[in-house]
């Protein structure tokens, strides 16, 4: 249990769930985050090439997650090591709940794993898994549509 005296802080990650829609996928140790936002953007330009009004759309979210891979066995932190296909949705949950963007609770909710993991193994110390992945509001269900 932590204690906080004088000014408040947002402190940790602990508490913040990974659930994989991979059959088996192992919650792993968060130990950072990084969110960043962007938007389309359309530039709306007079006939004398000067911009007369901006249109934004499509909110989206990054975040970095790095993680200590982990489980009861061995056997279930190689699987929490392992960097999903492109495309794998993940619900996050367990983080404190802040507004990006305009998206009420920017961390919490259905994210996509869209490629640039990679696993960091060292010799004397633990490994780390790195994942960015993305949130898009308008996409609320992590199932597959098979075409």
Same mark, same amino acid.
């Given at each position: 249990?932590?204690?906080?005296?004088?000014?408040?802080?947002?402190?940790?990650?602990?508490?913040?769930?990974?659930?994989?829609?991979?059959?088996?996928?192992?919650?792993?140790?968060?130990?950072?985050?990084?969110?960043?936002?962007?938007?389309?953007?359309?530039?709306?330009?007079?006939?004398?090439?000067?911009?007369?009004?901006?249109?934004?759309?499509?909110?989206?979210?990054?975040?970095?997650?790095?993680?200590?891979?982990?489980?009861?066995?061995?056997?279930?932190? #190689?699987?929490?090591?392992?960097? +999903?296909?492109?495309?794998?949705?993940?619900?996050? *949950? =367990?983080? /404190?709940? &802040?507004?990006?963007?305009?998206?009420?609770?920017?961390?919490?909710?259905?994210?996509?794993?869209?490629?640039?993991?990679?696993?960091?193994?060292?010799?004397?110390? #633990?490994?780390?898994?790195?994942? +960015?992945?993305?949130?898009?509001?308008?996409?609320? *269900? =992590?199932? /597959?549509? &098979?075409?």
């Amino acid at each position: 249990m932590s204690v906080q005296l004088g000014t408040g802080h947002i402190h940790s990650v602990s508490g913040a769930t990974l659930a994989c829609s991979l059959a088996g996928y192992v919650s792993p140790n968060v130990q950072s985050l990084k969110v960043s936002h962007s938007a389309d953007r359309i530039a709306v330009k007079s006939m004398a090439g000067v911009t007369t009004g901006l249109i934004f759309n499509d909110d989206q979210l990054e975040c970095t997650f790095e993680v200590i891979p982990e489980g009861t066995t061995i056997a279930n932190a #190689k699987l929490a090591a392992g960097i +999903p296909a492109a495309g794998t949705s993940f619900t996050i *949950s =367990g983080l /404190a709940v &802040i507004t990006c963007g305009g998206i009420a609770d920017a961390l919490n909710g259905l994210w996509i794993y869209e490629g640039g993991g990679s696993v960091n193994g060292v010799s004397d110390d #633990k490994w780390t898994l790195t994942m +960015p992945m993305k949130r898009y509001p308008g996409i609320s *269900s =992590g199932t /597959a549509i &098979i075409i």
